[in-house]
């Protein structure tokens, strides 16, 4: 085991979460049939597992979005790679992240579909940095809170790589993985 990484949240950890924010929303979406979208690619691992502990019909889109700028500079205007192709009106939609940070890009993601008078608009994130947030945003479901570093796994990635992780490891040194991209891969212990 490296130093460059420690758990942050293990994999059982993160199914118990999961199973919960499963019960919460489906006791508070009883009677209705939501719309959960979530956004490629990090958003992607938790939806998949909180689609199945969600007891009630349900749909699921996906959306792709690209910063205008590469930094946060860009103020958070975002691009749509790829949109959704139904028609959000009246419906109950879920937008579900991995990690909600300065909350720049998610902001105006969620401005986009507002405009397309959903009769709710609600965000479920697994991991909430709230200490970097920028845009004022309080997601209605959250998973663990974040703390100021970097972290990967579980759908979180590092320059693309170990997204596949089951934990979520938060790294100590993103520099030293940098000069070693290959550090973490101790960590590929399948789930299950
Ligand atoms: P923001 O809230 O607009 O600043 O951007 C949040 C997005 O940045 C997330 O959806 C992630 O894709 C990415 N991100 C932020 N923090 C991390 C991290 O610690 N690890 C991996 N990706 C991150
Ligand atoms: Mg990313």
Redesign the pocket.
Known sequence: MTELARVLFGREDIRRRVDELGRTITGDYVGREPVLIS?LK?GTVFLADLMRQIQLPLETHLMAVSPYGAS?ESM?RVRILLDIDIDLTGRDVLLV??????????SYLLSILRSRRPASLELCTLLD?SIRRIVPLRPRYVGFDCPDS???GYG??FEERYRNLADILEISDTTALKADPDALLSHLVPAG
């Open positions: 956004v990090g946060e958070g992240e991995d990690i909600v940070d300065t909350g720049l890009t998610l940095r970097f972290v990967v979180l990635d």
